[in-house]
């Protein structure tokens, strides 16, 4: 098991930023990508940015130049960098590990953080 522990969400008004953070704990080594999911009221959850073991990084098209995933693998934790936010990037992130062996995937999800971003 992964337990994921998030911080950092709250009110901003735009064009403000905001860093989450999100640190992993448990049987952390068996897993392959850390990330940030969100969802908004009435939509589906969604990717918005995610780092391999390797460093390699992804982003939604929506958040990329304004938002950063790193990582800090002496203290199992991720970050969330967000600048420039709007308030479309107003939902609860997720952070997300995943374990994935051949076709199968496991996913583990914190607890969520709220942003909001006021216009």
């Known amino acids: 098991q992964v337990q994921l522990v998030e911080s950092g969400g709250g009110l901003v008004q735009a064009g403000g930023s905001l860093r989450l953070s999100c640190a992993a704990s448990?049987?952390?080594?068996?897993?392959?990508?850390m990330g940030w999911y969100r969802q908004a009221p009435g939509k589906q959850r969604e990717l918005v940015a995610a780092?391999?073991?390797?460093?390699?990084?992804n982003y939604a098209d929506s958040v990329k130049g304004r938002f950063t995933i790193s990582r800090d693998n002496a203290e199992n934790t991720i970050y969330l960098q967000m600048n420039s936010l709007k308030p479309e990037d107003t939902a609860l992130y997720y952070c997300?590990?995943?374990?994935?062996?051949?076709?199968?995937?496991?996913?583990?999800w914190g607890q969520g953080t709220q942003v909001t971003v006021s216009s």
């Open positions: 997300n590990a995943a374990r994935t062996v051949a076709a199968s995937r496991w996913d583990y």
């Open positions: 448990g049987s952390i080594f068996s897993i392959n990508t």
């Open positions: 780092i391999a073991d390797g460093g390699s990084t």
